[in-house]
């Protein structure tokens, strides 16, 4: 997991992708990587917020994971009172072996089965999700760290920057005309000099 550790949940409506629903969640009391440790804390900030807010806690869970995993999730759904409420199952990488709770033997789906290529799709979902954020994460930092080194621009200006460009290099090739758009004359004239003089 690296220095600043994040998890991805992605949902499923009727077989669809429900993006609105999507969240990332930065691990907070887990220190070095720990997936299991990890894997309990989301799930009961997950759950636990979606409790609070009286929102419907979903019909299956789907843990990105083996035994471990499911187990740690198995904790946080007890400590919420859950156990009993929703379906929880984990799916391993390697054979695509899914686990349930208390069975230490894995079902196979068959390989062409509509359900293991649904949940298939939802594991999927759920790394590009995550691998897009730390992307998205480090090209704000580059961008970020850059802005620092140009004198004339401010908190407000690198704000609106980060917001519309997704890396330095689009910044540095965006026209005057565009970045005026979005900072004012003056500031895209910062801008395109200082970008210019760069190499």
């Known amino acids: 997991m690296g220095k600043d550790p994040v998890a991805a949940c992605v949902v499923f409506r009727n ?9 990332h969640f930065n691990i907070k009391t887990v220190t070095g990587p720990d997936d299991f440790s990890s894997m309990e804390e989301v799930i009961y ?3 636990k917020r979606m409790l609070d807010e009286g929102n419907q806690v979903p019909q299956l869970i ?5 035994k471990g995993q499911l187990s740690s999730a198995m904790k946080s759904l007890e400590k919420l009172g859950l156990r009993e409420k929703v379906t929880i199952i984990g ?7 899914i686990y349930f709770p ?3 033997v894995p079902i196979y789906l ?3 089965s509509y359900s293991l290529k649904l949940i298939q799709q939802m594991r999927n979902e759920a790394h590009r999700f995550g691998i897009n954020f730390h992307r998205d994460k480090r090209s704000s930092g580059m961008i970020k760290s850059e802005l620092d080194e140009i004198k004339g621009i401010g908190p407000k200006t690198k704000e609106i920057l980060l917001k519309t460009y997704v890396s330095p290099e689009k910044i540095k090739n965006a026209s005057v005309e565009e970045l005026e758009k979005h900072v004012g004359r003056s500031k895209a004239q910062i801008l395109v000099n ?3 003089n760069r190499p």
Do not use: V
């Open 110 to 112: 068959d390989k062409n």
């Open 15 to 23: 077989g669809q992708p429900s993006k609105k629903d999507y969240r």
């Open 194 to 196: 200082f970008y210019k």
């Open 45 to 47: 900030r997950r759950y």
């Open 62 to 66: 789907i843990i990105d994971g083996g």
């Open 102 to 104: 208390g069975d230490s």
């Open 91 to 97: 799916i391993a990488k390697k054979l695509e072996e």
